[in-house]
T-cell receptor
């Protein structure tokens, strides 16, 4: 079974700073997807960024980037030039890559607060 | 607009009173799933459905039922709710052809059982 661990329950940084959220996972699969979801106070689940395990290049979406270390089973999220609107709960998630949709396995979440 | 519609948004009920949380998607997705979110535990899968009339248990199925009579609908049924089912619930869907996009989530149902 796959597990996802987020070891930082809460983080807090000043606006415009860079912050990195940690995520590790455990799997025997070789092909899979990794995701970061954002959940603001509205509680909507928003896909922030995704990574295909067979791609060595780290995914980037504007101010959001990941550091994917497949051998170490690590998938951290870096937010550059943080903004007040980045305040949210962030979840790391894993999905096996098989034929068709699969279960998303989530970590415990990290509550991120951006202070003015 | 492509979306997953989940109702109600908030629900307070008493122990033992049967309730149904509805979920509908307009994207023709094959895969649908229910999750519950609890502090410190993240989101855990309750039930999922690979297609019409095909459902299976997730990680925390006790006390819940689901059905998938139509492709677009996937209701969650609590036959006899108990206080330990107080939680935030999410319905989600995904296409078999586009797993890289992850899931589309509903807006959540905050359930309180007293």
């Amino acid at each position: 079974a796959q597990t996802v661990t987020q070891s930082q329950p809460e983080m807090s940084v000043q606006e415009a700073e860079t912050v990195t959220l940690s995520c590790t996972y455990d799997t025997s699969e070789n092909n899979y997807y990794l995701f970061w979801y954002k959940q603001p106070p509205s509680r909507q689940m928003i896909l922030v960024i995704r990574q295909e395990a067979y791609k060595q290049q780290n995914a980037t979406e504007n101010r959001f980037s990941v550091n994917f270390q497949k051998a170490a089973k690590s998938f951290s999220l870096k937010i550059s030039d943080s903004q007040l609107g980045d305040t949210a709960m962030y979840f790391c998630a894993f999905m096996k890559r098989r034929g068709g949709a699969q279960k998303l396995v989530f970590g415990q979440g990290t509550r991120l607060t951006i202070n003015p | 607009e492509a979306q997953v519609t989940q109702n109600p948004r908030y629900l307070i009920t008493v122990t033992g009173k049967k309730l149904t949380v509805t979920c509908s998607q307009n994207m023709n997705h094959e895969y649908m799933s229910w999750y519950r979110q609890d502090p410190g535990l993240g989101l855990r899968q309750i039930y999922y459905s690979m297609n019409v009339e095909v459902t299976d248990k997730g990680d925390v199925p006790e006390g819940y039922k689901v059905s998938r009579k139509e492709k677009r609908n996937f209701p969650l049924i609590l036959e006899s709710p108990s206080p330990n089912q107080t939680s935030l619930y999410f319905c989600a869907s995904s296409s078999n052809r586009d797993s890289l996009n992850g899931y589309t989530f509903g807006s959540g149902t905050r359930l309180t059982v007293v």
